[in-house]
């Protein structure tokens, strides 16, 4: 393996990271950003509604702007756009102010987040074998550090610009230093091989939309509803109460930590049918839970079984479309934000007028709908992933050194 791929991996794994990192300090302070800026309970819900939409305005924008542009040159400078966002949240002082920051943090996260995983599966193409889910787990890991330095902000009363101006002062030029390496695949922006026009492209690629929406609807339940669940349903303390968030995030970095191995030697798509299984009965063992424990115990299955699904779902679209990746993912990536505008409401509304054990049971049923479009995510013989993963390529992309 050439040293350019070994760089362009490990530059690319630190966006990853970073991304990471930045999203859960936004997330994970939002009563504080709520208490800052004044915004009453009536009016959060359209600004946290408002950095998805424009994620997937920003998602679309990409679409178009690769078939000029390079990913590498979107990552490089939608990075700072984000991390520079996240600082102008916790700086501002008017609802004007933060408006824009996070209108600027949800478009930049939009093309950050299709122009990464254009990268990843471009690279993985390149590879010759899976190692999409380590890019993934990357994520994670700065996930836990970003809500790990969130905690510490909020334990000594730290005001937000004093928690999120050293995190950015160290990403930011890490970042930018780190793009320089990365590699871009061949993949061009236009139409899928074979294909007549963008109708009967995403035709194809509507099963893997539909999987990564319902792996979003169950990403977002826990995210936004595993506390508030475990408090009042399950009676546990309000300490207890911020575990299984965390214990989801570990248990998904471990997880896709060794999913790579798992897809080398049995296959994406026994890769992904196990995960939906897993994730199916995680949710079955929260809504029957007696107690904080077994339900803690859900939480982890949960961690475990929906890990693998996004990062295969992006390399199914890239051995989807050879020769239109950028666009298969720029399109795909637009469902991540729509399963998180849908999940959350959705649990809300069904606990509110049925009750949140049954609630559990909508995602779990849409995580098992996912075996039915398993087969997706099974390699033609003629592309990368057949079982017989070539160890190298000819084609190591470019190098993304200039604009």
Same mark, same amino acid.
């Given at each position: 393996?050439?040293?350019?791929?070994?760089?362009?991996?490990?530059?690319?794994?630190?966006?990853?990271?970073?991304?990471?990192?930045?999203?859960?300090?936004?997330?994970?302070?939002?009563?504080?950003?709520?208490?800052?800026?004044?915004?009453?309970?009536?009016?959060? @819900?359209?600004?946290?509604?408002?950095? @998805?939409?424009?994620?997937?305005?920003?998602?679309?924008?990409?679409?178009?702007?690769?078939?000029?542009?390079?990913?590498?040159?979107?990552?490089?400078?939608?990075?700072?756009?984000?991390?520079?966002?996240?600082?102008?949240?916790?700086?501002?002082?008017?609802?004007?102010?933060?408006?824009?920051?996070?209108?600027?943090?949800?478009?930049?996260?939009?093309?950050?987040?299709?122009?990464?995983?254009?990268?990843?599966?471009?690279?993985? !193409?390149?590879?010759?074998?899976?190692?999409?889910?380590?890019?993934?787990?990357?994520?994670?890991?700065?996930?836990?550090?970003?809500?790990?330095?969130?905690?510490?902000?909020?334990?000594?009363?730290?005001?937000?610009?004093?928690?999120?101006?050293?995190?950015?002062?160290?990403?930011? +030029?890490?970042?930018?230093?780190?793009?320089?390496?990365?590699?871009?695949?061949?993949?061009?922006?236009?139409?899928?091989?074979?294909?007549?026009?963008? +109708?009967?492209?995403?035709?194809?690629?509507? +099963?893997?939309?539909?999987?990564?929406?319902?792996?979003?609807?169950?990403?977002?339940?826990?995210?936004?509803?595993?506390?508030?669940?475990?408090?009042?349903?399950?009676?546990?303390?309000?300490?207890?109460?911020?575990?299984?968030?965390?214990?989801?995030?570990?248990?998904?970095?471990?997880? !896709?930590?060794?999913?790579?191995?798992?897809?080398?030697?049995?296959?994406?798509?026994?890769?992904?049918?196990?995960?939906?299984?897993?994730?199916?009965?995680?949710?079955?063992?929260?809504?029957?839970?007696?107690?904080?424990?077994?339900?803690?115990?859900?939480?982890?299955?949960?961690?475990?079984?929906?890990?693998?699904?996004? +990062?295969?779902?992006?390399?199914?679209?890239? !051995?989807?479309?050879?020769?239109?990746?950028?666009?298969?993912?720029?399109?795909?990536?637009?469902?991540?934000?729509?399963?998180?505008?849908?999940?959350?409401?959705?649990?809300?509304?069904?606990?509110?007028?049925?009750?949140?054990?049954?609630?559990?049971?909508?995602?779990?049923?849409?995580?098992?709908?996912?075996?039915?479009?398993?087969?997706?995510?099974?390699?033609?013989?003629?592309?990368?992933?057949?079982?017989?993963?070539?160890?190298?390529?000819?084609?190591?992309?470019?190098?993304?050194?200039?604009?």
């Amino acid at each position: 393996m050439t040293d350019v791929l070994r760089r362009g991996r490990a530059s690319l794994a630190f966006s990853f990271f970073a991304q990471g990192a930045t999203f859960a300090l936004l997330v994970t302070r939002i009563p504080a950003i709520q208490d800052r800026y004044g915004v009453s309970d009536g009016l959060l @819900p359209v600004f946290l509604a408002a950095v @998805p939409i424009l994620a997937g305005v920003g998602s679309v924008t990409t679409e178009q702007l690769v078939k000029r542009i390079r990913p590498s040159v979107l990552l490089r400078w939608s990075q700072p756009v984000v991390l520079l966002a996240l600082l102008g949240v916790g700086s501002g002082d008017s609802m004007a102010e933060l408006a824009v920051s996070l209108g600027a943090f949800g478009l930049g996260v939009g093309a950050l987040d299709a122009s990464m995983n254009m990268l990843g599966v471009s690279l993985q !193409r390149s590879y010759g074998r899976s190692i999409m889910l380590s890019f993934h787990a990357a994520y994670s890991l700065g996930g836990i550090v970003g809500a790990s330095l969130a905690w510490a902000g909020a334990h000594w009363h730290l005001a937000l610009w004093v928690s999120y101006l050293p995190v950015v002062a160290v990403l930011l +030029p890490a970042a930018f230093v780190g793009s320089r390496w990365y590699v871009d695949g061949d993949a061009s922006g236009g139409e899928a091989e074979g294909a007549e026009g963008g +109708p009967l492209v995403f035709k194809l690629l509507l +099963p893997l939309c539909l999987v990564m929406t319902f792996a979003y609807i169950g990403d977002s339940t826990v995210s936004n509803w595993s506390a508030k669940y475990l408090k009042d349903v399950l009676g546990s303390s309000e300490q207890v109460a911020t575990v299984p968030y965390n214990v989801y995030m570990v248990m998904c970095l471990v997880g !896709r930590g060794i999913g790579d191995l798992g897809v080398r030697r049995f296959g994406a798509v026994a890769v992904v049918r196990l995960g939906a299984v897993v994730a199916a009965l995680g949710f079955a063992v929260v809504a029957v839970a007696p107690g904080a424990w077994v339900g803690m115990l859900g939480f982890t299955l949960l961690g475990l079984g929906l890990c693998v699904l996004v +990062p295969q779902t992006f390399a199914a679209a890239g !051995r989807l479309f050879p020769g239109a990746s950028d666009t298969a993912i720029a399109r795909l990536n637009v469902f991540n934000y729509v399963g998180f505008l849908i999940g959350s409401p959705l649990v809300g509304a069904l606990g509110d007028a049925w009750s949140y054990r049954g609630a559990m049971l909508v995602p779990m049923v849409l995580v098992l709908v996912t075996l039915v479009y398993a087969r997706s995510f099974a390699p033609s013989a003629d592309r990368y992933g057949d079982g017989h993963e070539r160890a190298r390529t000819a084609d190591v992309g470019r190098g993304s050194n200039g604009l």
